[in-house]
């Protein structure tokens, strides 16, 4: 569902559920049509919004998991000079025939200690 939405708003979906070997994970890897961006996507699926935002769940440590998966992958392809940026996408299961679907752009930046 996400990946399609995502399709739909100018993202091509380069790989799904990318594990790297020494840790680390990422949702969607894309590359946004307009920008050439490389964007690493969190998907959070929540059937209401009663204890947040499913954006909300992307704690500080989970942002860590996320990073390490795209630094890997960065590395993986010989760390090209490429903008690259971190999305979350929220499903929202509140009305089961038609969820609602929304894209947060930059919902972070690489927490410390990573650089690129």
């Not at 959070?44 to 942002?63: M, W």
């Not at 998966?69 to 929202?92: N, Q, S, T």
Request: charged fraction near 30%; proline fraction near 7%; include cysteine.
């Amino acid at each position: 569902m996400a990946a399609r939405h995502l399709a739909r708003n100018g993202y091509k979906v380069l790989y799904r559920n990318f594990r790297a070997p020494r840790g680390g994970e990422v949702d969607l890897v894309c590359r946004e049509r307009r920008s050439a961006t490389l964007v690493f996507v969190e998907v959070k699926t929540r059937s209401s919004e009663e204890h947040g935002t499913p954006g909300q769940a992307v704690t500080l440590a989970k942002q860590r998991l996320i990073t390490r998966g795209a630094l890997e992958w960065l590395r993986l392809l010989d760390h090209p000079d490429i903008r690259c940026r971190f999305d979350v996408v929220e499903v929202l299961l509140t009305h089961p025939d038609q969820p609602e679907i929304r894209i947060i752009p930059n919902a972070f930046e690489i927490p410390a200690p990573y650089i690129y």
